[in-house]
């Protein structure tokens, strides 16, 4: 098995220590220690750490993208139970959660918005593919009749990710999954029926 390069393991260390800890709590000598490299090695591959964060912010949507297109885009399966199935799948409990980490995307937008130029593109590019992966799918919805006409598909996948990660950020604060159990009873009973 091929290890992996220098800058792929950076960014796959730097994913875990900065989704655990935060951007602003890491600093690049916490990030090479974590990857065992020299810090040096870091610079040899990044220009900043602003940069890196947009990287690793990139990498963290890459697999959450694949994961939600393979279930949003499933035609053995109708629409609506393919959006009750990735957002079931966001909100179920596991045993292991503590509760802390939250969702990178929410956590970089709370974060870095403000601050970064290149983290704010890069969320508003993310944010921007996210909405086209559940419009697309509530377009669907709408075309077999199981869902409202009358709901714009990109105004409505907004509307699921603005109170998806809200419910995501309070359940940092709580400490529950209370927060997701609401956002996944009221959207499904009131909005995606």
């Not at 655990?20 to 990857?35: M, N, P």
């Not at 750490?49 to 690793?56: P, T």
Request: proline share 5%.
């Amino acid at each position: 098995m091929r290890r992996p390069s220098t800058r792929d393991q950076l960014l796959a260390t730097g994913l875990q220590v900065l989704h655990a800890r935060g951007f602003h709590a890491t600093g690049v000598q916490d990030i090479a220690e974590a990857a065992q490299v020299p810090k040096a090695s870091f610079y040899t591959h990044f220009p900043s750490k602003e940069a890196f964060g947009a990287d690793v912010l990139g990498r963290y949507w890459e697999r959450r993208a694949s994961h939600a297109a393979t279930i949003l885009s499933d035609q053995t399966r109708p629409p609506v139970e393919r959006l009750g199935a990735y957002f079931s799948g966001k909100t179920m409990p596991r045993p292991d959660a503590t509760f802390g980490r939250g969702c990178m995307i929410g956590n970089f937008s709370a974060e870095l918005a403000s601050d970064s130029r290149l983290i704010r593109d890069r969320l508003a590019a993310v944010f921007a593919a996210w909405e086209t992966l559940l419009a697309n799918c509530i377009k669907e919805a709408q075309a077999d009749g199981s869902l409202r006409p009358d709901l714009d598909p990109h105004d409505t996948a907004a509307f699921l990710i603005d109170a998806f990660e809200g419910a995501v950020l309070r359940t940092k604060v709580d400490r529950n999954n209370a927060a997701l159990e609401r956002f996944q009873a009221i959207v499904f009973s009131l909005i995606l029926t």
